[in-house]
Nanobody, 125 residues
Framework: QPRLVESGGGLVQPGGSLRLSCAAS????????VGWFRQAPGKGQERVSC????????HYEDPVKGRFTISRDNTKNVVYLQMNDLKPEDTGVYSC??????????????????WGRGTQVTVSS
């Protein structure tokens, strides 16, 4: 059974850091791109960042460029999202998803064969 489980969320002050993890199981995650999405209260879901199956290619949405870093450890089937200099507008539920097609992450509205349930990130003083 394919499964993605996020962890690492929490409450952090503005300017702080968090590292999210997305653990994959039940499928060969090494041939899947993994992307992060977030949804703020009362708003729609938005893309955050994506990494290709090998880790050779990464993509960041403008609001997080220079602050967030995506990486993956295919020996552990885990994708990480290091979030630095967090801002209140980064608050939301962060979910990871996996899909065979990396470039479709930023072109498709139906991206993601498998999804996790999400982890809450709250940035507040």
């Amino acid at each position: 059974q394919p499964r993605l489980v996020e962890s690492g969320g929490g409450l952090v002050q503005p300017g702080g850091s968090l590292r999210l993890s997305c653990a994959a199981s039940g499928f060969d995650a090494t041939i899947y791109a993994v992307g992060w999405f977030r949804q703020a209260p009362g708003k729609g879901q938005e893309r955050v960042s994506c990494i290709s199956g090998t880790g050779a290619s990464t993509h960041y949405e403008d609001p997080v460029k220079g602050r967030f870093t995506i990486s993956r450890d295919n020996t552990k089937n885990v994708v990480y999202l290091q979030m630095n200099d967090l801002k209140p507008e980064d608050t939301g539920v962060y979910s990871c998803a996996a899909d065979r097609y990396y470039t479709a992450y930023y072109t498709s509205n139906t991206w993601g064969n498998f999804w996790g349930r999400g982890t809450q990130v709250t940035v507040s003083s």
